[in-house]
């Protein structure tokens, strides 16, 4: 991987590739989004860096499940905290080398910032059909990091000069047949509301076909980039900070679930600090995903610590129940049944809200 000593060693702060764009520049791109609007009336440069995630496929252990194991990998470890910690010492050690002042350089990762639109019009990368941006090279298993510093000849080396790649997709469609919230489709793009990514970030009501898929993880999913040709080959980055802070508590669902209605409260104590404590986060669409998860796996429904949550004490599960059952074994006059007493359902809790 080609590295260079000055003013950014990024690849010794674990980035694996990078590259610069005037933020004038950014408006030729047509942007509507605001925030670019004002940085290219700016006389700054945008640096965009990209950070690998590591893999991490914990194994379940034996007859039990619990909350750790049944979030995706990725969401397992706060990456996101880790590519911060990067950036910072970055900034720093930029600021100190040109005597700057702290308001000079800014960084962002996870901002307001259209993030995938800087690293394309950088040449970062591509667009894929998944949504996300891919390196040729390296793949999508990245975070988009950057910096805004003021322009500096001592950057011409890392300016991008060359055309913003058009998708490299080519007629592949693996992504979206893999994907499990069938939130990619060739005619219609991504539908961000599907993706397990937002299951734990809005409360809403599913439909049948959302909750039979929800039976491998209740929070966030890695298979649209799993099978991506792209990623086959991209190795990850050294991993250089400590991402082990806030990891979540190996708890068995089921001591959750047998909590009845004060596991919501139970879960906003127990989660706070962790991966899973962030503010918008919701804790009831989470412990939806739990019930549903439990509820598709099948031997959880005979355990006999939460048999009773399963029946009438709570009607939204035990329509679920029912719903998921029939699904699964084609009895369609007790699926339209129930998919009716759902729908009254959503409606009876609209109307008492
Ligand atoms: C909201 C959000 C989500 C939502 C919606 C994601 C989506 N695809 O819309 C949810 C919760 C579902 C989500 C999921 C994930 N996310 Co997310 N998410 C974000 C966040 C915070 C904002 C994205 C957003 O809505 N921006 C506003 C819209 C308007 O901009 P946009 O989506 O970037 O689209 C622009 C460009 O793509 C551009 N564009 C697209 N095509 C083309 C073509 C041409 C020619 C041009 C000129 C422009 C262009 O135009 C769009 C408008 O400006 C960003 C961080 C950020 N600040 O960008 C991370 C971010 C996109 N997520 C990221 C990641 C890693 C994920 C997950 C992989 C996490 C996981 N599960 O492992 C999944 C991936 C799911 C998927 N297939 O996309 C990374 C993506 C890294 C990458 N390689 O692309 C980001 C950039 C965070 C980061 N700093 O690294 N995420
Ligand atoms: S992260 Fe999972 S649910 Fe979201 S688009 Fe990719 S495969 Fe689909
Ligand atoms: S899996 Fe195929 S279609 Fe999907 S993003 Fe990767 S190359 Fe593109």
Redo the contacts with the bound molecule.
């Keep these: 991987m080609p590295t260079k000593k000055f003013p950014f060693d990024y690849f010794s702060y674990g980035f694996s590739s990078c590259n610069a764009i005037p933020a004038k520049e950014l408006s030729q791109?047509?942007?509507?989004?605001e925030e670019?609007l004002q940085l290219a009336n700016s006389d700054k440069l945008v640096f965009i860096v990209?950070a690998f995630f590591p893999e991490d496929y914990s194994f379940f252990s034996q007859g039990r499940v619990f909350l750790d194991e049944i979030v995706?990998p990725?969401?397992r470890k706060n990456y996101?905290r880790e590519?911060v910690v990067r950036l910072k010492a970055m900034t720093r050690e930029y600021r100190e080398s040109k005597y700057l002042t702290k308001s000079d350089v800014r960084f962002?990762?996870?901002?307001?910032?259209?993030?995938?639109?800087l690293?394309?019009?950088s040449g970062l990368?591509f667009?894929g059909k998944?949504?996300?941006?891919?390196h040729p090279d390296c793949g999508?298993?990245?975070?988009?990091?950057g910096f805004i510093l003021p322009n500096d000849e001592d950057l011409d080396d890392y300016l991008f000069n060359g055309e913003?790649l058009?998708?490299m997709c080519g007629d592949c469609t693996i992504?979206s047949e893999v994907c499990p919230a069938a939130?990619?489709s060739s005619a219609s793009g991504?539908d961000?509301q599907r993706?397990?990514?937002?299951s734990i970030?809005e409360e809403r009501a599913l439909s049948l076909e959302e909750i039979v898929s929800r039976d491998r993880f209740i929070y966030?999913?890695?298979f649209?980039?799993d099978s991506c040709p792209y990623n086959i080959n991209a190795s990850p980055a050294p991993v250089l900070f400590d991402i082990e802070k806030g990891a979540i508590p190996k708890i068995d669902i089921v001591d959750i679930l047998s909590l009845g209605d004060s596991a919501v409260n139970y879960l906003e104590k127990l989660l706070k600090g962790t991966n899973l404590g962030m503010s918008w986060m919701s804790k009831k669409a989470l412990l939806q995903s739990i019930l549903i998860y439990s509820i598709n796996v099948t031997s959880y429904l005979n355990n006999e610590k939460i048999k009773h949550i399963n029946r009438a004490e709570n009607e939204y599960i035990e329509i679920l129940t029912q719903m998921v059952f029939a699904y699964k074994h084609s009895k369609f006059d007790l699926l339209r049944e129930t998919a009716t007493k759902l729908e009254n359902y959503y409606e009876f809790v609209k109307k008492s809200n």
């Excluded at 998944?130 to 891919?134: F, G, P, Q, Y």
């Excluded at 993706?195 to 937002?198: A, D, R, T």
């Design positions: 791109f047509n942007s509507s989004d670019i990209s995706a990725f969401s996101y590519i962002f990762a996870n901002s307001r910032l259209p993030e995938k639109f690293g394309l019009s990368g667009i998944n949504s996300l941006l891919i999508s298993k990245f975070l988009i990091g913003i058009d998708s992504c939130a990619i991504f961000r993706c397990f990514q937002n970030v966030g999913c890695m649209c980039q």
